[in-house]
């Protein structure tokens, strides 16, 4: 018995003498990560950022056309986006250590574009300028640990309808893109037509086909289910004329047209203000979310609920703000898609490391993201609006001073074409409300003042 025990354990260790040994890289990775650790491998990071990736590459399609209606030009764009989300994402990976990998961010893209450039009539240029300081005023409040003060501000309730405003606002986009609403004199917008006899119709008929197939896909967790739905209905278009394809890879277009483009000639204007608040508020908002969400779910907050290494990823988000302006986009912030990762096993920030190179490799698939057309791409817009427009059902329902000036606050923003309008609606109709409740205590002082600046705002401009 005793000699067939040995047997074993002699056999037992050939057998794992005979395993290949991890290089001098791998050791470092598993040291610098904490992969072992945090009960993950090297392999297990790898696939964890490629699902990620496969889930938020839609952005290298989309915010370029989105930016795109502000004037900026479509290719140096497309290289920011990658470049942002790279860097962004890389920064996050390396110094904060955590699995979630930045980009620009939806709704802050058409915040960009529809509210700053088109309605408050201020260069992209300028726009960039206010992403720029919004994301300074963000790594100031990060540094000086204050953020929880400006979060504890805005009411709850604010704070889903903004998220679900956003979403909202970009269905409506989508919608009009794709042609499913067109305008109307007498009703503002109305169905467009979608009679499958003309041509002019396919799109819409296409872009409401893409956003079945992109929701069912995710339904059935496919990975790149938003990719795959905005490929297959580009290809689609293809025998119908709808899609001109231009070809899968070639070298980057040109950065230098948006590269440090900025304009300060209209900083101190009310609007340029309220515009910075807006990105600021907007970018707090939404990565305290995505960052407790993801950090949650892959069982990263300590005993406490508290997220270890906080400061560090608050400015990692801040640095990618500052950045993505410098070489021309919109506010990069965290991805809620990053929770798509942490569900393939993703820990560490080896995950957020591979999301980085994979969007520096996008760069050579310029021609073929350009031949994505904006009905595929209005498909992926409204299945984004759909995610972010649950913030509504979680929303307090029994005190209507709470609810009131939430649901005026989201339905505003698709209405005036304005989120900012929707934020400063939403602000004045709660302080107000309140005020007259004989709830004046649930006001704060900052979301006072921002209410006083939102009526000065709209009375003299």
Same mark, same amino acid.
């Given at each position: 018995?005793?000699?067939?025990?040995?047997?074993?354990?002699?056999?037992?260790?050939?057998?794992?003498?005979?395993?290949?040994?991890?290089?001098?890289?791998?050791?470092?990775?598993?040291? $610098?990560?904490?992969? +072992?650790?945090?009960?993950?491998?090297?392999?297990?990071?790898?696939?964890?950022?490629?699902?990620?990736?496969?889930?938020?590459?839609?952005?290298?399609?989309?915010?370029?056309?989105?930016?795109?209606?502000?004037?900026?030009?479509?290719?140096?764009?497309? *290289?920011?986006?990658?470049?942002?989300?790279?860097?962004?994402?890389?920064?996050?990976?390396?110094?904060?250590?955590?699995?979630?990998?930045?980009?620009?961010?939806?709704?802050?893209?058409?915040?960009?574009?529809?509210?700053?450039?088109?309605?408050?009539?201020?260069?992209?240029?300028?726009?960039?300028?206010? *992403?720029?300081?919004?994301?300074?005023?963000?790594?100031?409040?990060?540094?000086?640990?204050?953020?929880?003060?400006?979060?504890?501000? &805005?009411? @709850?309730?604010?704070?889903?309808?903004?998220?679900?405003?956003?979403?909202?606002?970009? !269905?409506?986009?989508? @919608?009009?893109?794709?042609? &499913?609403?067109?305008?109307?004199?007498?009703?503002?917008?109305?169905? +467009?037509?979608?009679?499958?006899?003309?041509?002019?119709?396919?799109?819409?008929?296409?872009?409401?086909?893409?956003?079945?197939?992109?929701?069912?896909?995710? $339904?059935?967790?496919?990975?790149?289910?938003?990719?795959?739905?905005?490929? =297959?209905?580009?290809? *689609?278009?293809?025998?119908?004329?709808?899609?001109?394809?231009?070809?899968? =890879?070639?070298?980057?277009?040109?950065?230098?047209?948006?590269?440090?483009?900025?304009?300060?000639?209209?900083?101190?204007?009310?609007?340029?203000?309220?515009?910075?608040?807006?990105?600021?508020?907007?970018?707090?908002?939404?990565? #305290?979310?995505?960052? &407790?969400?993801?950090?949650?779910?892959?069982?990263?907050?300590?005993?406490? +609920?508290?997220?270890?290494?906080?400061?560090?990823?608050?400015?990692?988000?801040?640095?990618?703000?500052?950045?993505?302006?410098?070489? +021309?986009?919109?506010?990069?912030?965290?991805?809620?898609?990053?929770?798509?990762?942490? !569900?393939?096993?993703?820990?560490?920030?080896?995950?957020?490391?591979?999301?980085?190179?994979?969007?520096?490799?996008?760069?050579?698939?310029?021609?073929?993201?350009?031949? &994505?057309?904006? $009905?595929?791409?209005?498909? #992926?817009?409204?299945? *984004?609006?759909?995610?972010?427009?649950?913030?509504?059902?979680?929303?307090?329902?029994?005190?209507?001073?709470?609810?009131?000036?939430?649901i005026v606050c989201a339905v505003s923003m698709p209405l005036t074409y304005s989120i900012a309008t929707g934020i400063g609606l939403g602000f004045i109709t709660f302080a107000l409300i309140k005020i007259f409740a004989g709830k004046e205590k649930d006001v704060t002082p900052a979301l006072f003042v921002l209410a006083i600046l939102f009526a000065i705002k709209f009375a003299f401009t």
């Open positions: 018995m005793a000699k067939a025990k040995k047997a074993a354990k002699a056999k037992a260790r050939a057998k794992a003498s005979s395993r290949p040994q991890p290089s001098q890289f791998e050791n470092w990775l598993n040291d $610098y990560f904490s992969i +072992g650790e945090n009960g993950s491998t090297i392999r297990t990071e790898i696939i964890a950022g490629i699902t990620t990736f496969l889930t938020m590459a839609y952005i290298i399609v989309v915010n370029p056309q989105i930016l795109a209606k502000a004037g900026m030009p479509q290719g140096a764009v497309f *290289v920011a986006t990658c470049l942002a989300a790279a860097v962004a994402t890389a920064v996050m990976g390396l110094y904060a250590k955590y699995p979630i990998a930045l980009a620009p961010g939806m709704g802050l893209n058409a915040f960009f574009a529809f509210t700053i450039v088109l309605t408050y009539k201020y260069t992209w240029q300028q726009a960039l300028w206010a *992403v720029f300081l919004s994301g300074v005023l963000f790594f100031l409040v990060s540094v000086f640990r204050v953020r929880e003060y400006i979060i504890n501000a &805005i009411p @709850l309730n604010l704070k889903l309808a903004i998220s679900a405003g956003v979403g909202l606002f970009l !269905a409506i986009i989508a @919608l009009e893109n794709a042609g &499913i609403i067109v305008d109307h004199p007498a009703t503002l917008v109305t169905l +467009g037509k979608l009679d499958p006899r003309l041509l002019a119709s396919w799109p819409a008929i296409l872009a409401i086909f893409g956003f079945i197939l992109i929701a069912a896909l995710n $339904y059935r967790n496919i990975p790149g289910a938003t990719i795959i739905g905005m490929l =297959v209905v580009a290809a *689609v278009g293809i025998p119908l004329g709808l899609t001109k394809f231009g070809g899968v =890879v070639s070298l980057p277009p040109s950065l230098s047209p948006t590269l440090l483009a900025f304009d300060w000639s209209r900083t101190f204007e009310l609007s340029f203000i309220v515009a910075v608040l807006t990105l600021f508020l907007i970018d707090v908002f939404d990565n #305290a979310g995505t960052l &407790i969400g993801v950090t949650h779910r892959s069982g990263l907050l300590d005993k406490k +609920g508290n997220l270890p290494r906080m400061r560090q990823a608050l400015i990692s988000d801040s640095f990618a703000a500052m950045f993505g302006s410098a070489i +021309g986009t919109s506010t990069t912030t965290s991805y809620i898609e990053s929770s798509a990762g942490v !569900a393939a096993g993703g820990r560490t920030g080896l995950t957020a490391v591979v999301v980085s190179i994979l969007f520096l490799l996008a760069l050579f698939f310029s021609p073929l993201a350009a031949s &994505i057309p904006a $009905y595929a791409s209005a498909a #992926a817009l409204l299945f *984004v609006a759909a995610i972010m427009a649950r913030g509504l059902s979680e929303m307090d329902w029994n005190d209507i001073t709470e609810y009131a000036p939430a």
